[in-house]
């Protein structure tokens, strides 16, 4: 989760031809920690270099496919909203979005965005 005055960040990508809004995530790879991996995965997703500061919580979710995903949620705040510029080929853009547009959004990538 990254927060700045007020507006959370989310990443959106485009999935069988939808819009999709999530949190910038993703995997973890073999030579990473958990919080490195999150910072990788922040720069890769958003342009956007900052660690995390505050571990949330875990989830456990299964997919409508029945993918079992375990995810760790961190925080960020940041100071400003500032420009970003995704690196990874999967994020078509960023958006600072206010939290109701977020827990209204039709368009999430899964419940646990919310």
């Known amino acids: 989760i990254v927060h700045a005055e007020d507006k959370f960040l989310v990443v959106e990508e485009t999935i069988n031809g939808k819009a999709l809004w999530n949190q910038p ?9 958990l919080v490195q991996a999150a910072a990788r995965e922040l720069w890769e997703e958003t342009g956007i270099h900052a660690q995390p500061q505050h571990f949330i919580r875990m989830h456990q979710w299964i997919a409508p496919d029945k993918t079992p995903f375990l995810r760790f949620l961190f925080s960020i705040e940041l100071a400003n909203m500032c420009a970003t510029e995704p690196h990874d080929s999967d994020i078509d853009c960023c958006h600072w979005v206010s939290a109701e547009e977020v827990l209204c959004a039709p368009n999430l990538r899964s419940p646990l965005v919310a």
């Open 25 to 33: 995530a993703g995997h973890l790879e073999a030579d990473e920690t």
